[in-house]
């Protein structure tokens, strides 16, 4: 049974809930982000709370009302909110399992339809770019280096620092595209289960971040990022994927699992700072919060890494199969040197055209060609922030060499793989082999054979196993240090232009 009268308290302020109303009082603090030591921006903060949410809950946010003193004169001010049930907490909802499916689906089409009326400006923009999410990593990493007592050791987050800046120094365009694109808006900036109530007649959102308006301007899909971080904190990873899929849905949102994994790691840490905060102020649970944080926010930035595979080997090696297989599992760009090959002599990848070795469109003038376009493609995509997969035999070490040179321009983490067979095997493939875009046969296998550089830094993968067997040796050294996915993002289906 509710209690008719209860007090709960953040690290920033107090809710005193009585009958059916709450009031909301903002605690005189300054923790840098935050300041509401003077009482006038106490009063501010309120105001604003009320107008920002009302775009979420307006029945719900009644008002700002006055609390007087013995002089007659204002003192100190409340938020005025209608209660809610605490059962219909999303939060409670979950850990009830309860289902919450419906509730979701219409969360994120508040969401993104919110997202799509808010504001849009330069001072917004410059807030959501990559140098303000930089600026915001950068002060939460001061923020918990200058705390007394260390909650999170420093090698994670030294990890933590060297991964975020890695993808970001390398994703320019990718960020440049979303502001074009107009993604940077005036959200929510807080968007948590606790506060999130579904009733009969629709959800409502409550509890906008108010204080300073600087963190409510972001990316869409880091607002929504929020939600999906703390859903999978309540471990229901499957339900924070369904969320993020009818979020990208409903707002038309192309972007790249990789930005997605950045930014729901960034949510991470910011509440394991707050954790930290918390655990400051006396609270015995939150050292051990702050720590499951950190190590979700490492995950997520290990699964969102952009990474360039380079699956290389002879004909008949397995190769293509290998790599479209590595594609479907993870998601990944592939790009086939065969096919882009044709595509650069005009012909249908599917046409053959046979030719002796090192003839034809298969001179080494032709192999050159192939290979610089190869690249280029794959740096235009790594820098958007699109993980690739490079299908070729990988047999001239110049090629490498170039390729390594693209992952180093987009920080992107190169991983060479090389297939190979027993011989009766590959002999066999070449010899069943029909209709496909490639014209290797064994005679031109005998001869690439001969011609083939050691690649002694690829990791070698014989395809002569059980297709499984070798795709699960693949996608371990793609992924070394984390699961290889720990959801899969299934991007929308845009019309077409």
């Known amino acids: 049974m509710t209690s008719w009268a209860e007090i709960k308290e953040t690290h920033a302020g107090v809710v005193l809930l009585l009958g059916d109303h709450a009031y909301k009082l903002k605690k005189p603090v300054d923790f840098g982000f935050l300041d509401f030591t003077d009482r006038e921006r106490r009063r501010a903060a309120c105001q604003e709370e009320v107008e920002l949410n009302r775009r979420l809950a307006p029945d719900v946010y009644e008002g700002v009302a006055d609390v007087l003193g013995p002089d007659g004169r204002p003192c100190e001010h409340l938020v005025v909110m209608r209660r809610m049930p605490p059962e219909r907490r999303l939060s409670a909802l979950i850990r009830t399992g309860t289902p919450v499916e419906p509730h979701l689906r219409q969360i994120a089409r508040m969401i993104a339809s919110m997202h799509s009326r808010a504001r ?52 320019e365009p990718l960020f440049a595209t979303r502001l074009d694109e107009g993604r940077i808006v005036d959200g929510h900036g807080d968007l948590l289960t606790e506060d999130i109530f579904c009733l009969d007649d629709g959800p409502r959102i409550l509890d906008c971040l108010e204080f300073d308006e600087r963190l409510r301007f972001l990316d869409g899909l880091d607002d929504a990022a929020f939600l999906a971080m703390d859903l999978e904190r309540l471990g229901v990873p499957r339900l924070a994927e369904l969320f993020l899929h009818w979020y990208a849905e409903f707002s038309g949102d192309p972007a790249p699992p990789s930005l997605l994994h950045h930014y729901v790691a960034y949510r991470a ?29 490492l995950r997520h930035l290990h699964a969102g890494a952009v990474t ?60 050159r060609r192939t290979y610089d376009e190869l690249l280029s493609r794959a740096e235009r995509l790594l820098r958007q922030g699109e993980p690739v997969i490079l299908d070729a035999s990988w047999a001239d070490v110049t090629h490498r060499a170039d390729a390594e040179q693209v ?31 490639s014209d290797a046969d064994q005679v031109i296998a005998e001869a690439m054979r001969q011609r083939t550089a050691p690649w002694p830094e690829a990791i070698q993968l014989d395809t002569s196993a059980p297709p499984e067997q070798t795709l699960e040796r693949a996608l371990g050294a793609i992924h070394p240090s984390a699961p290889t996915a720990l959801w899969r993002f299934h991007r929308p289906q845009m019309e077409p232009d």
């Open 407 to 437: 992952a180093q321009r987009t920080c992107a983490d190169l991983v060479p793989l090389r297939c190979t067979a027993l011989p009766q095997v590959m002999a066999e493939r070449l010899a069943r082999r029909t209709g496909g875009i």
């Open 269 to 297: 840490f910011v509440r394991a700072k707050v954790a930290c905060l918390r655990h400051q102020q006396g609270d015995s649970g939150a050292a051990s919060e702050a720590r499951e944080l950190a190590h979700l926010t």
């Open 120 to 171: 849009h400006g330069p001072e917004i923009d410059r807030q959501g770019s990559r140098e303000g999410i930089r600026a915001r990593w950068t002060a939460s990493f001061d923020q918990v280096r200058a705390l007394p007592e260390k909650i999170i050791d420093d090698q994670m987050a030294g990890e933590i620092e060297r991964l975020t800046f890695r993808f970001l120094d390398g994703r």
């Open 308 to 367: 360039l595979v380079l699956v290389g080997g002879p004909p008949g090696a397995g190769k293509s199969t290998l790599a479209a297989a590595i594609a479907d599992h993870l998601g990944y760009t592939m790009l086939s040197s065969d096919r882009v090959r044709k595509e650069l002599a005009g012909i249908s990848p599917e046409q053959a055209a046979p030719a002796p070795f090192g003839e034809g469109i298969y001179s080494e003038q032709w192999t």
